[in-house]
């Protein structure tokens, strides 16, 4: 039978657009702009889901996405909150948590056992035998849980949109429509977000049977359309508070992050259950809740209903139920002496019985359906009166009984909150500058005082902004009634008096809680997990808390509240995800290496070529080859990703030796130089090669991964020394190779006319130059331990200088070789790689780098460290080892230790087989006292085989280093 | 999302920054104790309070100090090194 009422002012329904869909399989029929929870009640649905723990049935509770009770599926579309979805044309909606379906769940059995399920029950019950314990968890993941999880739902990225307002204003009630007004007639840029359908809040339902809401709310609708730098958008939620008025706001499609200047939080309030035995039974609603059913949908909530209240709202709510046609049965009022407004007198002039000082002691059941409730004094002591009980029959039963704030966003900002006792709720007390609260989240309700605390808080923003608009004297006057009761809760023997709907935690779960030692708020939350479950204690915190205050004997406002978090909702995580930014750099040469079959790998945040790959070759062979290439003829690799750095002005050799360990002062134009750079604290943190261009003209190089971080340490010394210099850092715009090998001279010689003689050009001196009519600087430094030239070309010509190198040395089989050979080759040297070979505690002297730095300077950083760490000798040292046995079963690998009477003397940094050494080497840090040429010591390697090596002089290879200075 | 204002190119959000410590005199290597340069060189205070940080705008590479109070997370002002 449906419960559609005929056509009611101000609703929200298309009756000419009918909408048809299933629930739980069977099918039926709404409106456009229904929510599956209207359609169905409207068709006479009434138990729309089953709770979590005990699968009793559930119906309307608030009607608001303040509880999970009408949580549902449809499709591949998780947790949808039914009550607040809007309805769609064949949507297959189905209950969650349930075993064949809302109505005639299977699991409903595990209500009669509830006695033997307290709170923490699975916390003790289930944690031994552990071996048991994924048994368990499999049993309570079937029966309890929220919706299927479909492993085909397609993958969704929704990009974020950006958006910048004066003012936002949070909640489009009448306090926050004020507050809109006020501050864009100001002038402020506005942005108006409701989290509902359509705007108004509270003018369009909580009508006490009147129409004046109904038309003030059409009048500040005109107001806003005639104010264009008013943005409304209804459907959107401010999803959190973020530092500095940085505002997530969700709506069906996206996320939008807004920047505002000022924030007005007019989010309202929560309407709060009354706690007492089967509340929870479908009939039993929040009073705002049967008022949207009648206003927003159209439907009437009940055929018959008690009214249980403890403030105005809820003589408001029996006059809207009765003016649609719903009889009641009488209106329970918690207060002894009832209420004090005008709508006393109302509620009995229309016959509606008023019972002052009484509590709704249980409601009964049966069927899955409201029948009766009964009604009984309550005492002063907040204590049923059980001697003279009175029952009435009644299909439903509407329950305003108070408000808890939505304060979450004023909590996130800051905002210091007090516990008014004129009003029996959280209030602001102290607001971060730029927020402002007004409405109902301040504490004001009488509608004349919301409206007028609306503008206040709208004026305030903008003169706060700066707008130009006059300080008026706004006074709001005090409510005249609480419109919460300190105690809307009742105790019974047998139980099932719901706190939290959510979670199914009933009154006693929380004197059991309290009676285990958990009886501060934040622990209770996590013992019974008040607040936890899907709406985040929207509708329970509230009553958690005086629960625990009239356990302890203290205030609310001694307990306080749980921490806020964002989001205020959940968040579709379709909205949340966005593209994949693993950025990485290429250099210019990229596109030349995938030609030639480059295997990658990561160099920081660069790619470089691993190895060259050729079909039918394993990787060791192609590394030993392109190492003997190098070795025996020429080859090249791109060594671009280097920092390279341009130092110019007259101080720019005193800054160098001040950020270097090295002299470079009396370095001559044309020449290189090693250089290495410390912390503060003496740690070699990066190294490179520095070129003197001209007098005032440096050129550097810094390793692969520091570039960053050194040229940003760099431009921080250069901020405070006050040196005539500038830095550049210009890795991006040079590409660089190295071109190494016996016959790398040949090579260059072809495409280039300076003079490249060993004379004319000596190891380690600089050269500006074209290669291949290019304007380039050569270096001939030692990189892989072979003659060898380091061409530096802006990147934009990069490409054409490699192809020319390739051609011009292809009669003497050049190889590109990549970062594996280069490696080898350079361990083959001695060469230690910053980052590999030291770690962040390596000083100097330990790397083997003491002859690097010149303490005999006034200053360099780090200096007075290395000094002192001096006094104390070295805690370890790198040194060149080989291993014993030539083809040992187990290698050891990098990392592994180095081991001494059982303990750690060491590890190892760096090792490979040197195909043209015959044997493997590496370096390792080992004890001071474990350095004497020749001498043994042992790594562990994998499965704790013990290897034996031995120490060796560095270079391991060409250890007088003639063959980077060959002649030709 | 925080706001930071740099000295060169006004306010912005504050992903575009790195922090760089506590603004922290360093002591004459020449002159001072082992035990003085030690403390320069590992100890931080990380008592809450009113601070003069070194902030960097990664996108402009601009380092400046900000004048800080860390116990309300708001900057009071910043400025270029002189």
Redesign the interface.
């Known amino acids: 039978m449906s419960s559609r009422l005929p056509t009611v002012t101000g609703e929200w329904i298309d009756r000419s657009r009918s909408v048809d869909f299933t629930f739980d399989g069977n099918a039926y029929r709404g409106f456009a702009g229904d929510t599956p929870t209207s359609a169905l009640w409207a068709a006479g649905v009434h138990v729309l889901g089953r709770s979590f723990k005990y699968h009793r049935p559930r119906g309307v509770l608030s009607l608001a996405n303040h509880d999970v009770n009408t949580m549902m599926q449809a499709g591949a579309r998780l947790n949808l909150r039914a009550d607040v979805e809007s309805l769609e044309q064949g949507m297959a909606l189905t209950s969650v948590n349930t075993a064949g379906g809302a109505s005639g769940d299977r699991l409903r059995i595990l209500n009669a056992l509830g006695g033997i399920l307290p709170v923490g029950f699975y916390y003790k019950a289930f944690h031994r035998p552990k071996a048991l314990f994924p048994f368990w968890e499999r049993v309570f993941r079937r029966i309890t849980g929220l919706g299927t999880l479909d492993f085909g739902a397609p993958h969704i990225r929704t990009p974020k949109r950006y958006d910048f307002c004066d003012v936002l204003v949070v909640g489009a009630g009448p306090a926050g429509l004020h507050a809109a007004l006020a501050a864009g007639r100001a002038g402020a840029k506005v942005v108006l977000v409701d989290e509902n359908a359509r705007i108004g809040g509270s003018l369009g339902y909580q009508r006490g049977g009147s129409i004046e809401g109904v038309e003030m709310l059409r009048d500040l609708e005109r107001d806003l359309a005639d104010l264009p730098n008013i943005s409304v958008r209804p459907g959107t939620l401010a999803a959190g508070y973020y530092a500095d008025h940085w505002i997530p706001l969700v709506d069906a499609k996206r996320m939008t992050k807004l920047r505002a200047r000022a924030v007005i939080v007019a989010g309202g309030a929560f309407e709060q259950p009354a706690v007492f035995r089967n509340n929870d039974a479908p009939g039993v609603m929040l009073a705002s809740a049967a008022q949207r059913l009648l206003y927003r949908y159209a439907v009437k909530p009940m055929d018959k209903t008690l009214v249980l209240t403890a403030n105005a709202d809820g003589y408001r709510a029996a006059l809207d139920l009765m003016a649609h046609g719903v009889a009641i049965a009488a209106v329970a009022d918690l207060r002894a002496d009832g209420e004090p407004s005008a709508l006393s007198m109302r509620v009995k002039q229309v016959g509606i019985p008023v019972l002052k000082g009484h509590c709704v002691l249980e409601a009964e059941a049966v069927g899955d359906r409201l029948v009766a409730a009964t009604v009984c004094p309550m005492g002063a002591d907040g204590k049923p009166d059980t001697a003279s009980p009175q029952k009435f029959a009644c299909d439903g039963l509407v329950m305003s009984v108070g408000w808890a704030p939505a304060a979450a966003l004023l909590y996130q900002s800051g905002t210091r909150m007090r516990y008014d006792t004129t009003t029996h709720q959280f209030v602001p007390d102290h607001l971060p500058e730029g927020m402002f609260a007004c409405g109902r989240v301040n504490g004001v309700y009488a509608l004349d005082s919301r409206c007028e605390d609306g503008e206040r808080a709208g004026t305030e923003a903008a003169r706060h902004l700066g707008f130009d608009t006059p300080a008026r004297n706004f006074s709001i006057a005090p409510e005249r009634s609480s419109p919460s009761h300190p105690w809307p809760i009742v105790e019974h023997p047998a139980g099932k008096n719901f706190v939290d709907f959510d979670e199914d935690l009933h009154l006693r779960d929380f004197h059991n809680a309290a009676q285990e030692g958990f009886d501060n708020i934040e622990l209770m939350k996590r013992y019974t997990t008040v607040g936890m479950g899907p709406s985040q204690g929207k509708h329970s915190n509230m009553n958690a808390i005086r629960v625990l205050a009239r356990i302890r004997g203290v205030s609310p406002a001694e307990v306080g509240t749980t921490t806020a978090r964002p989001f205020f909702h959940p968040v579709p995580m379709s909205h949340l995800a966005g593209r994949g930014f693993n950025v990485h750099r290429e250099t210019p040469l990229h596109s030349r290496h995938d030609g030639l079959g480059a295997v990658w790998m990561q160099a920081g945040i660069w790619l470089r070529p691993e190895y060259y790959a050729l079909p039918g070759k394993r990787k060791s062979d192609i590394v030993r080859d392109e190492a003997r290439a190098v070795r025996s003829s020429v080859g090249i690799i791109d060594v671009g990703t280097l920092g390279k750095m341009e130092l110019y002005g007259p101080d720019a050799g005193a800054f160098l030796e001040r950020v270097y360990t090295a002299k470079f002062a009396g370095m001559k134009p044309g020449t290189t130089r090693y250089a290495v750079m410390l912390d503060e604290s003496g740690v070699v943190i990066d190294d490179g090669v520095v070129a003197r261009l001209s007098e005032q003209h440096f050129y550097f190089t810094t390793t692969t991964t520091g570039s960053t971080t050194v040229y940003r340490e760099l431009q921080r010394w250069n901020s405070q020394w006050n040196l005539e210099v500038g830095i550049v850092n210009a890795t991006g715009a040079f590409a660089a190779m190295n071109l190494a090998g016996p016959k790398a001279r040949a090579v260059l010689r072809k495409l280039t006319s300076v003079d490249l003689s060993n004379e004319a050009f000596p190891y380690l001196a600089l050269r500006e130059a074209e290669v291949a009519g290019v304007p380039a600087r050569l270096m001939r430094v030692g990189f892989v331990g072979e003659l060898g030239y380091e061409i530096h070309v802006p990147a934009d010509r990069a490409a054409h200088v490699w192809d020319a190198l390739m051609e011009a040395g292809q009669g003497d089989g050049i190889r590109p070789f990549g970062v594996e050979a280069q490696r080898l080759l350079r361990l083959e040297k001695g060469h230690i790689i910053i980052g590999q070979d030291t770690d962040g505690l390596t000083q100097p002297d330990e790397a083997g780098l003491e002859w690097a730095v010149k303490v005999d300077k006034p200053f360099f950083v780090g200096k007075r460290s290395v000094q002192i760490v001096r006094k104390n000798g070295p805690r370890q040292q790198l040194v060149g080892f080989e291993l014993d046995a030539i083809g040992a079963s187990t290698t050891p690998r990098e990392c592994h230790l180095v081991v001494r009477n059982g303990a750690i003397a060491g590890r190892v940094t760096s090792i490979a087989w040197s195909d043209t050494l015959g044997k493997h080497v590496g370096l390792a840090f080992v004890a001071p006292d474990m350095t004497e040429l020749n001498s043994p010591f042992f790594i562990r390697a994998d499965g704790g085989t013990m290897v034996q090596a031995r120490v060796v002089p560095t270079p391991f290879y060409d250890a007088e280093g003639l063959r980077q200075k060959v002649m030709d | 999302?925080?706001?930071l204002t740099c000295p060169v190119n006004g306010p912005r959000p504050?992903s575009e920054f790195?922090y760089?410590g506590e603004v922290r005199p360093?002591p004459d290597?020449?002159t001072?104790t082992?035990r003085e340069?030690?403390d320069?060189?590992?100890n931080r205070s990380g008592v809450p309070g009113i601070k003069i940080e070194?902030w960097?705008h990664i996108a402009s590479?601009t380092?400046f100090y900000a004048e800080r109070d860390t116990v309300a997370?708001r900057v009071i002002r910043t400025w270029?090194?002189?």
Do not use: E
């Open positions: 999302m925080k706001i504050v790195a760089g360093m290597g020449a001072c082992d340069w030690a320069y060189v590992f070194w960097y590479g380092w997370d270029l090194p002189a």
